[in-house]
T-cell receptor, first 115, second 111 residues
Framework: DQQVKQNSPSLSVQEGRISILNCDYT??????FLWYKKYPAEGPTFLIS?????DKNEDGRFTVFLNKSAKHLSLHIVPSQPGDSAVYFC??????????????FGKGTKLSVKP | DTEVTQTPKHLVMGMTNKKSLKCEQH?????MYWYKQKAKKPPELMFV???????INESVPSRFSPECPNSSLLNLHLHALQPEDSALYLC??????????FGSGTQLSVL
């Protein structure tokens, strides 16, 4: 059974508007979450992360929100730019305290930002 | 510098061939990883090396053989692969074993 779910395979947004990518997880013990961006035929690029002691983390145009009670996190991109068009993966590090980096990824959401 | 370098970028091999994938990082990271990604699927962990020792093997078939010659290098030796092993093979490194930095991958096709 999937432990990390990204239920929207794709999202299309107009340039300059907000992009909101969603992710749900099943295990309330998970306590560290990451977002990666991936272009075709390239490796994932780390974007932003959040630990469960926070509910928000911001880095430039990227903000991640964590709702622990709902086991839900979201990535907001404001303003969206055509270069943001890529597949975005939500990932969980399931062993944060004794982590070995065995990340669990969601299936990804393909974001298209139209000029 | 967050660069992880993988070679080759593309590889085509027959089922009887032996080949190796190479990965290098010069960030002084203590852990290195092999992940496999099939088309339209998320990356899946294969192996973890921590301080040059194999610490996780996710039940990967023995036709995949990892090697960590030193703290900067990670190899994946391939032998007698099957067509279903065709995928993007990703190397990653990490200092804290929390945030991973990935290379661009090797796109492998097994004929």
């Amino acid at each position: 059974d999937q432990q990390v779910k990204q239920n929207s395979p794709s999202l299309s947004v107009q340039e300059g508007r907000i992009s909101i990518l969603n992710c749900d997880y099943t295990n309330s013990m998970f306590d560290y979450f990451l977002w990666y961006k991936k272009y075709p035929a390239e490796g994932p690029t780390f974007l932003i992360s959040i630990s469960s002691i926070k509910d928000k983390n911001e880095d430039g145009r990227f903000t991640v929100f964590l709702n622990k009670s709902a086991k839900h996190l979201s990535l907001h991109i404001v303003p969206s730019q055509p270069g943001d068009s890529a597949v975005y993966f939500c990932a969980v590090n399931p062993n944060y305290g004794g982590s070995q980096g065995n990340l669990i990824f969601g299936k990804g959401t393909k974001l298209s930002v139209k000029p | 510098d967050t660069e992880v370098t993988q070679t080759p970028k593309h590889l085509v091999m027959g089922m009887t061939n032996k080949k190796s994938l190479k990965c290098e990082q010069h960030m002084g990271h203590r852990a290195m990883y092999w992940y496999k990604q099939k088309a339209k699927k998320p990356p899946e962990l294969m192996f973890v090396y921590s301080y040059e020792k194999l610490s996780i093997n996710e039940s990967v078939p023995s036709r995949f053989s990892p090697e960590c010659p030193n703290s900067s290098l990670l190899n994946l030796h391939l032998h007698a692969l099957q067509p279903e092993d065709s995928a993007l093979y990703l190397c990653a490194s990490s200092q804290d074993q929390i945030v991973l930095f990935f290379g661009s991958g090797t796109q492998l096709s097994v004929l």
